[in-house]
């Protein structure tokens, strides 16, 4: 046994915690300086908005899955409604009737949406688990509905627009070029990213963590478990707010999709597959949205059907999310019994991959002639020239697919014992590393 004392091997000095969180918001900064250097078009710069609105919408989501336990399908109301509010308060700046800088519309958003929050979450939080979920459906489809019934503030079915470069320009900074819009969105998902974060660690996060995993347990000990979903719903909706008065600033328009349930259902999936049970998981689901959104809808029509089969496979062989795999593996690596995966993980790509070419050969011919015209069944499918109308192409498409499916799941098989003998001496190496 190891002759040291307890606090030996458990203990971190504080420096260590000091200089690893400053390494990694240092990066996220930088990361955010630089992008649009390295990304140089309007476009590219437009996305990368698009981006950290996501990710500060994203975040916002998880506090409550992720952190509280509450499955929302209606968190786009809250930023959906500060994008309105956000909206009409541009107009204002432009009349001159809300003379604020433009540089603060955001947080209009964010105050917007902590006010709904306040309103709504009161009743939503009453309940939890299923009926929390429902509740929240319930009061997606009501604001939805709302949205077209009432166009003095939602403006009907093309809704509100409005200028950014009004107002007093700051210092020549009139947020008309792209950007200059980036770096104000980019200031406020540094600031927000890290307040949230901060949360995390706020006596009120932890108690969340724990309504999350034993609310009975919270109630003896004497706290409300519905005052704390409640407070911890009017922040998530002050920064679901934020990113809601990001989008307005961006984009200068808000319709009635922006508080539809493709939204919310938008935040709920990306979140999960970034993984929500992790801080950063999030952020890698916003990425991963933006990206979907712009780059895959151009490759193909049937995007939101592979996104689908993403979601599902995500469910079966790694419901914690990108995260929980990132962060298993470091696992793995920190005991240095990484290099014995290698080999696996290059035989589940390549076996993966040819599944998913026999499966998306099958999902293109069904798009062909279900949205091509009579006489085009042809189409170009990674170098080949495929025919929606001729059985030898659909048979080859099935072979592919099910020889692909039936390799990936040999070599899964034999990844996951591996996989189980190596946790096994970590976990066995751990025991024999603890003090006596």
């Not at 679901?240 to 539809?260: C, K, N, P, Q, R």
């Not at 170098?383 to 692909?404: Q, Y």
Request: charge should be positive.
């Amino acid at each position: 046994m190891d002759a040291h004392p307890p606090n030996a091997v458990t203990s971190v000095p504080p420096r260590a915690f000091t200089t690893g969180r400053i390494l990694v918001w240092g990066s996220f900064a930088l990361a955010l300086l630089v992008a649009p250097f390295i990304f140089t078009s309007n476009l590219d710069r437009s996305i990368l908005a698009q981006i950290g609105i996501a990710i500060v919408a994203c975040l916002s989501y998880n506090m409550l899955l992720g952190q509280g336990g509450m499955l929302s399908f209606g968190h786009a109301v809250y930023s959906g409604l500060a994008s309105f509010v956000a909206i009409h308060a541009l107009l204002g700046i432009g009349d001159g009737s809300f003379p604020i800088p433009v540089s603060l519309i955001p947080l209009v958003g964010g105050f917007a949406g902590l006010g709904f929050a306040v309103v709504l979450g009161y009743v939503t939080t009453k309940k939890a688990g299923t009926p929390f979920a429902m509740i929240t459906l319930g009061i997606g489809e009501l604001v939805f509905a709302m949205s077209l019934m009432v166009p003095e503030f939602f403006g009907g079915e093309g809704g509100v627009s409005a200028n950014r470069t009004v107002g007093t320009p700051f210092l020549g900074i009139t947020y008309g070029p792209p950007i200059q819009v980036y770096y104000l969105l980019a200031i406020y998902t540094l600031v927000c990213t890290i307040a949230m974060y901060a949360f995390t660690r706020t006596p009120l996060g932890r108690m969340l963590n724990a309504v999350r995993d034993n609310p009975e347990r919270v109630e003896f000990i004497g706290y409300s478990t519905q005052r704390v979903r409640y407070l911890s719903f009017i922040i998530a909706g002050f920064f679901a707010g934020v990113a809601g008065g990001m989008y307005a600033l961006s984009f200068e328009i808000a319709t009635a999709e922006v508080v539809g349930a493709y939204r919310s259902g938008g935040y709920l999936l990306f979140t999960f597959l970034g993984g929500a049970t992790f801080f950063f998981g999030p952020i890698i689901g916003a990425v991963l949205m933006v990206l979907s959104a712009v780059l895959l809808s151009e490759i193909t029509k049937a995007w939101q059907l592979y996104l689908g089969l993403v979601f599902l496979f995500m469910v079966m062989y790694a419901p914690g999310g990108i995260a929980s795999l990132i962060m298993m593996n470091v696992r793995v690596a920190v005991h240095k019994k990484l290099h014995r995966l290698w080999r696996g993980y290059a035989l589940l790509a390549a076996t993966a991959l040819v599944t998913l070419a026999g499966f998306a050969a099958l999902i293109e011919m069904i798009y062909r002639l279900r949205l091509g015209s009579a006489s085009e069944s042809t189409l170009r499918y990674l170098g080949l020239t495929l025919d929606a109308k001729g059985a030898a192409s659909w048979l080859g498409a099935f072979l592919v697919a099910g020889i692909g499916f039936a390799a990936f799941e040999f070599v899964r098989r034999r990844f996951a014992r591996v996989w189980g003998a190596i946790q096994s001496e970590i976990e066995a190496d751990m025991t024999f590393k603890e003090p006596s």
